[in-house]
């Protein structure tokens, strides 16, 4: 069932050490709002169901202006303090975990709530999807429900198109994650994933692709944290 997300406030900024430049605010700018245009789908009604596991729900929807999305609802057994961790501020060891991600680094910090990543995602489909590389603008916020996470592709001078990779372009995507017991020691995650692969894919291949990364993605980062804990 969709949990409603309402009063997702962005924090006023603290006063900046030094002056954004034009540039910066304008990644910010672009950041805001993709993170309510990514609330806002996950909100939405319309989503069908694709796949269950257990407690694990993918759904699917086709968005007017980005066209097939899908949505992620599940519970995990981290707090939502320990999921923001590490799939913020830890984003670059994702590859210790994830086996659909290369490579993650951070570009560009813009302050304590933003930056820019290049992501470089694994072959799929048993290699007949390449791999893709991508480019976004990333921030995080909290309240008193919990965290959110989200991104929007964008480019940077640091990280122009190479013909290694085909440069695919995520719209805007988004972790919710809030407390699903009362000491907040599980997490309801619900992770919208809107991702254009971008080549000549067809659609069928792309649908499962995305699904299966979506599972793979989550059932990773669970067997990593439960290592941790059992080492």
């Given at each position: 069932m969709l949990t409603k997300i309402v009063n997702w406030v962005l924090p006023k900024s603290k006063p900046e050490p030094t002056p954004l430049t034009l540039q910066e605010r304008e990644y910010r700018k672009l950041?805001?709002?993709?993170?309510?245009?990514?609330?806002?789908?996950?909100?939405?009604?319309?989503?069908?169901?694709?796949?269950?596991?257990?407690?694990?729900?993918?759904?699917s929807k086709v968005d007017p202006l980005y066209g097939k999305v899908f949505k992620f609802e599940g519970i995990l057994r981290l707090?939502?303090?320990?999921?923001?961790?590490?799939?913020?501020?830890?984003?670059?060891?994702m590859h210790k975990w994830n086996p659909t991600v290369k490579k993650v680094k951070i570009i560009?910090?813009?302050?304590e709530h933003y930056d820019i990543a290049h992501v470089i995602a694994t072959e799929g489909a048993a290699g007949l999807v390449s791999s893709r590389d991508f480019v976004?603008?990333?921030?995080?916020?909290?309240?008193?429900s919990g965290y959110v996470h989200g991104s929007v592709a964008t480019t940077?001078?640091?990280?122009?198109?190479i013909t290694k990779y085909v440069r695919g372009e995520q719209g805007p995507c988004v972790y919710?994650?809030?407390?699903?017991?009362?000491?907040?020691e599980t997490c309801k995650l619900q992770w919208l994933l809107n991702t254009n692969l971008k080549g000549w894919i067809p659609q069928y291949l792309i649908d499962q692709t995305l699904s299966t990364v979506m599972m793979e993605?989550?059932?990773?980062?669970?067997?990593?944290?439960?290592s941790k804990v059992n080492a």
């Amino acid at each position: 069932m969709l949990t409603k997300i309402v009063n997702w406030v962005l924090p006023k900024s603290k006063p900046e050490p030094t002056p954004l430049t034009l540039q910066e605010r304008e990644y910010r700018k672009l950041a805001q709002d993709a993170l309510q245009k990514a609330i806002s789908i996950v909100e939405a009604n319309g989503w069908k169901k694709e796949k269950g596991y257990g407690d694990d729900t993918i759904y699917s929807k086709v968005d007017p202006l980005y066209g097939k999305v899908f949505k992620f609802e599940g519970i995990l057994r981290l707090s939502p303090k320990k999921v923001i961790d590490i799939l913020y501020f830890k984003g670059e060891e994702m590859h210790k975990w994830n086996p659909t991600v290369k490579k993650v680094k951070i570009i560009q910090t813009i302050d304590e709530h933003y930056d820019i990543a290049h992501v470089i995602a694994t072959e799929g489909a048993a290699g007949l999807v390449s791999s893709r590389d991508f480019v976004n603008v990333r921030t995080w916020k909290e309240n008193d429900s919990g965290y959110v996470h989200g991104s929007v592709a964008t480019t940077h001078p640091d990280v122009p198109v190479i013909t290694k990779y085909v440069r695919g372009e995520q719209g805007p995507c988004v972790y919710i994650m809030t407390a699903a017991d009362e000491n907040a020691e599980t997490c309801k995650l619900q992770w919208l994933l809107n991702t254009n692969l971008k080549g000549w894919i067809p659609q069928y291949l792309i649908d499962q692709t995305l699904s299966t990364v979506m599972m793979e993605y989550v059932q990773s980062l669970r067997k990593f944290e439960s290592s941790k804990v059992n080492a």
